[in-house]
Structure formats: C-alpha cells, structure tokens
C-alpha cells in the first residue's frame, strides 16, 4: 500500500490531476449516496436539514485532505503562486470572499436560523435554505396582503449581513406588538367601548400572554431591556371626527393576520350588540351656515 500511495506521488501532474478529478466524483458520489440513505430515516425536518449540510461539509472536507495528499508535492509551488496572484485574487472575488464570511457568522447563530422569519435585503420571508454564498427565502407579502406567502423563492448573497441590518421576527421572541385602530362615534358610551375591545383581546389573543411573559424574561436576563407588558392595552385618542381606540396585544409572529380578523368580527358582533350606545364611526359631512334666498315668483328672479 505505501509502495502503491509513493507510486501515485512521483506521477506525473496530469495523472495526478486525472486521480483528484475521479477522486473528487466518488467522495462526492458517496457523500450524496450517504445523504440520501440516512437523512430518510430522520422524521424532524430541522434534524433532518441539519443533517444533509453535515454530511454535505464533510464530503467537501474529504475531497479537499484527498487533493492535499494528492498534490503534496506541488503544494509549495501552489502556495508561491497564490501568493503572487492574491491581490488580484482578493480583488476580482471580494464579494464570493464577503459571501463566505457572512456565511460563517450566519452559522454561528448570530443572525438568524432555518425557519426564523426575516427581512433581509428589504425582502420578507422564512429562511429555508443557508448556503455557502447565499440564504434563500421563502418571500412573504410583495402583492399578497398580510404575512402570506407569495410563492417566490428568493436567494441573498451572504454578504449583506455585514452591510445591512437583519430583522428577525421570531428568533428570541417569537411574539409580536401589533394594533388595530377604531373609530367610535362621540355620543358613544365610552366604558362599554373601552371593556369590549379589553375583554375581546383577552379571549382571542390572552393565550400568548403567559408564554410571552416567560419569552420576555429569558430576553430580558439576555439583553438590556426594560420590563415590558404584554397584556392587551386600550388607549384613546379624540379628533374632529370621532373616538378614536387603539387596541395593542401581543401575538404570534405566523398568526398575526388571522388573529386581528377574529379580532374584528368579536369586536363588531359585540358592538352591535349594545343597542346604540356604541356605534362605529364613518367619514360624514355637515354643511353650516347656509346662505338664505327670497323667491320671487312673479319677477322670476332670485335674490340673495
């Protein structure tokens, strides 16, 4: 065997080249065989994910301690020749080089992980995919109201990560701050408005107030933040038109839009409900000050 190994080393470098080439298909080949044959057996999907980029990183270590033995005796002109060529390397692939380090803080966890929600780029979506030169995206929104998916895929080079911010919606705290805004006529009774949107939030979006808390205090021994309530709040503002409430609450990052739809049929149920003492209010006009006119029916005239 060592004979066998000393034999392929003294070859030429075309041989030896032709031996890294069929070397690189079979650990490849195999790699890829192994992928398929084990990750089947996996039934988590996140395991199972993780699993394939594992065994995929390996297979692409093999091949490069396999090219090392291979070309072992060229390795010192390899090396003279890269150096030279550096700069003009480092120049022309800046943004494959960017790319790889973006990918290596991505993985260490920092920024965000396969599932999470995010915006990057200015692009909504769930993380499906981390490469080695780019994060893929399931995209989210675009022409489709609220957080539904759009059914474009979108890939990000890694770089961006050291150039833009990232907004992760359910990495630390998978809970999110959200609004809805009512008008409310003046002559309502303003108790009965106030304790219909309290007790309506309680009922449909009171089931994340507890988990939240927990959510927020690991958050809150992790980072430097103040403590913060997350049980639904009712606040009022008052215009020239009408009472306007705001009704903050706290719910989950995948079911904000379906919880504010349950959210407003309750609520509109509800005030129906009342009799008339609250009522919704509407853009109206009220014309004031109309000037008065005389008719003269025998001259036919009008006069001011």
């Known amino acids: 065997m060592a004979e066998f190994v000393s034999t392929i080393l003294n070859e030429s470098i075309y041989v030896k080249i032709l031996i890294g080439f069929v070397g690189t298909i079979i650990i490849l080949g195999l790699a890829q065989l192994l992928q398929r044959t084990l990750t089947k057996s996996i039934e988590n999907p996140d395991m199972r994910y993780r699993s394939r980029k594992i065994i995929v990183f390996l297979g692409y270590i093999l091949v490069l301690l396999f090219l090392t033995g291979v070309f072992s005796n060229q390795l010192h002109s390899v090396v003279v020749a890269l150096g030279v060529a550096s700069a003009g390397?480092?120049?022309?692939?800046?943004?494959?080089?960017?790319?790889?380090?973006?990918?290596?803080?991505?993985?260490?966890?920092?920024?965000?992980?396969?599932?999470?929600?995010?915006?990057?780029?200015?692009?909504?979506?769930?993380?499906?995919?981390?490469?080695?030169?780019?994060?893929?995206?399931?995209?989210?929104?675009?022409?489709?109201?609220?957080?539904?998916?759009s059914g474009r895929v979108v890939r990000i080079a890694n770089s961006f990560v050291f150039t833009q911010p990232v907004y992760n919606y359910s990495a630390d705290f998978p809970y999110l701050w959200d609004e809805i805004v009512l008008p409310i006529k003046y002559n309502s009774d303003i108790q009965i408005a106030r304790s219909i949107l309290q007790q309506t939030a309680e009922e449909v979006v009171g089931k994340y107030i507890q988990p939240?808390?927990?959510?927020?205090?690991?958050?809150?021994?992790?980072?430097?933040?103040?403590?913060?309530?997350?049980?639904?709040?009712?606040?009022?503002?008052?215009?020239?038109?009408?009472?306007?409430?705001?009704?903050?609450?706290?719910?989950?990052?995948?079911?904000?839009?379906?919880?504010?739809?349950?959210?407003?049929?309750?609520?509109?149920?509800?005030?129906?409900?009342?009799?008339?003492?609250?009522?919704?209010?509407?853009?109206?006009?009220?014309?004031?000050?109309?000037?008065?006119?005389?008719?003269?029916?025998?001259?036919?005239?009008?006069?001011?």
């Open 89 to 149: 390397v480092a120049f022309a692939l800046q943004e494959v080089i960017v790319s790889i380090a973006g990918w290596l803080a991505i993985s260490s966890g920092q920024f965000y992980s396969i599932g999470d929600r995010v915006r990057l780029s200015g692009t909504v979506g769930d993380v499906i995919d981390i490469g080695v030169f780019s994060t893929t995206l399931m995209e989210i929104g675009e022409w489709i109201k609220g957080d539904k998916y």
């Open 212 to 304: 939240a808390q927990e959510r927020w205090k690991e958050m809150y021994k992790k980072y430097r933040l103040e403590h913060e309530s997350v049980d639904p709040v009712v606040t009022l503002n008052a215009n020239d038109n009408w009472m306007e409430f705001t009704l903050r609450y706290i719910v989950d990052y995948k079911k904000r839009r379906s919880n504010k739809d349950q959210l407003f049929e309750a609520i509109i149920n509800k005030i129906a409900r009342t009799d008339g003492k609250v009522a919704i209010a509407s853009t109206t006009l009220q014309l004031v000050d109309l000037p008065v006119f005389k008719l003269d029916i025998q001259n036919k005239s009008v006069q001011p």
